[in-house]
């Protein structure tokens, strides 16, 4: 949250994501277009918080609602490429203050914190029975 909040202060872009529409760009990106039901299995949340928050980032211009690409009748919601550059652009500016703050850092030191916040994230999603979707390559 300090991170957050030191780092957001200064950022003086005028479409800077909403901390749902963070959430939900970057689990589309690692997972591809998802429905209001899948959404909910991962994030625990109702289909009434994910129609407001998905209709939100829709008129936003960051998401488009298409039909299933596996063929199913529900409709997917997918990233649009303006949604896709608002997410890369925000997530830089989180790596530059990430940077910011571990400049001093030794790489040892850099590694071992990521291992420490790996493992907390991967036990509080254990506790929760959600595992939440990441790119393989990271």
Same mark, same amino acid.
């Not at 939100?56 to 409709?75: E, F, Q, T």
């Given at each position: 949250?300090? @991170? ?19 959430? @939900?760009?970057?689990?589309? +990106?690692? +997972? ?6 899948? =959404?909910?299995?991962?994030? *625990?949340?109702?289909?009434? %918080?994910? !129609?407001? /928050? %998905?209709?939100? #980032? ?13 063929? *199913? ?6 990233? %649009?490429? &303006?949604?896709?550059? +608002? =997410? !890369? %652009? /925000?997530?830089? &500016?989180?790596? #530059? ?11 040892? &030191?850099?590694?071992?914190?990521? *291992?420490?916040?790996?493992?907390? !994230? *991967?036990?509080?999603?254990? =506790? ?7 790119? +393989?390559?990271?």
């Amino acid at each position: 949250m300090l @991170l957050a909040r030191h780092s957001l202060s200064s950022i003086k872009r005028a479409h800077h994501l909403d901390r749902s529409a963070y959430i @939900l760009l970057s689990l589309m +990106q690692a +997972q591809g277009p998802m429905s209001i039901s899948e =959404l909910s299995d991962v994030l *625990g949340l109702d289909a009434s %918080t994910l !129609n407001r /928050q %998905t209709s939100s #980032a829709k008129r936003a211009g960051l998401l488009d609602r298409i039909p299933d690409p596996d063929g *199913g009748i529900a409709r997917k919601f997918a990233v %649009t490429p &303006e949604g896709a550059e +608002q =997410l !890369n %652009t /925000q997530r830089d &500016e989180i790596r #530059a203050g990430l940077d910011k703050v571990m400049h001093a850092w030794s790489d040892d &030191e850099i590694a071992a914190f990521a *291992g420490f916040l790996r493992r907390f !994230n *991967g036990d509080i999603e254990a =506790l929760a029975g959600r595992v939440w979707p990441r790119p +393989q390559d990271r």
